[in-house]
T-cell receptor, first 116, second 114 residues
Framework: AQTVTQSQPEMSVQEAETVTLSCTYD???????LFWYKQPPSRQMILVIR??????QNATENRFSVNFQKAAKSFSLKISDSQLGDAAMYFC?????????????FGKGTKLTVNP | DTGVSQDPRHKITKRGQNVTFRCDPI?????LYWYRQTLGQGPEFLTY????????KSRLLSDRFSAERPKGSFSTLEIQRTEQGDSAMYLC????????????FGPGTRLTVL
């Protein structure tokens, strides 16, 4: 079974600084998607960034970028120029292509605090 | 595009009662997913539909749980004879086939079983 591990239950960062959230996953498949979702307090889950496993180039969305290391099964999220609005739970998620469901397997999350 | 909506947002019930939740996906999305999220955990997959067909159910989905998507639009999730262990946030998400698996989530229904 596929699993996703987020080893940092909590992280904190100073406003305007950079922070990296870690994620590792376990799978025997070669094709899959990886995601980072953000869940602000009492608000709904929002997609932050997506990576297709067949792409070697790391995905980037404005201040958010990933470091995708397929051989190491690692998928970290870097947030640059952190803002107060970045404070949230961040979930790493894996989506297998096999079976066709594209269901998401989530890690336990990392709570990010942004200090002014 | 009004996003994914869920109703109710909060539900408090007594053990043994039945509850039903509704999810309205983004209108053109043909896939609809249900997840359960307990405190301190990430969401766990329960089941999904493509159009009106329920194509996969997790082993987490006991016989007391049933989901429908009768016309391929909104979906309902019913829990019969609720137990305290059913207390959780129930999340609905929708997606469009061919969009690289990107799912859009609703705000969730928080269930408390007393």
């Amino acid at each position: 079974a596929q699993t996703v591990t987020q080893s940092q239950p909590e992280m904190s960062v100073q406003e305007a600084e950079t922070v990296t959230l870690s994620c590792t996953y376990d799978t025997s498949e070669s094709d899959y998607y990886l995601f980072w979702y953000k869940q602000p307090p009492s608000r709904q889950m929002i997609l932050v960034i997506r990576q297709e496993a067949y792409k070697q180039q790391n995905a980037t969305e404005n201040r958010f970028s990933v470091n995708f290391q397929k051989a190491a099964k690692s998928f970290s999220l870097k947030i640059s120029d952190s803002q107060l609005g970045d404070a949230a739970m961040y979930f790493c998620a894996y989506s297998p292509l096999e079976g066709g469901s594209e269901k998401l397997v989530f890690g336990k999350g990392t709570k990010l605090t942004v200090n002014p | 595009d009004t996003g994914v909506s869920q109703d109710p947002r909060h539900k408090i019930t007594k053990r043994g009662q039945n509850v039903t939740f509704r999810c309205d996906p983004i209108s053109e999305h043909n896939r609809l997913y249900w997840y359960r999220q307990t405190l301190g955990q990430g969401p766990e997959f329960l089941t999904y539909f493509q159009n009106e067909a329920q194509l996969e159910k997790s082993r987490l989905l006991s016989d007391r749980f049933s989901a429908e998507r009768p016309k391929g639009s909104f979906s309902t999730l019913e829990i019969q004879r609720t137990e305290q262990g059913d207390s959780a946030m129930y999340l609905c998400a929708s997606s469009l086939v061919g969009t690289l698996g990107t799912q859009y989530f609703g705000p969730g229904t928080r269930l408390t079983v007393l």
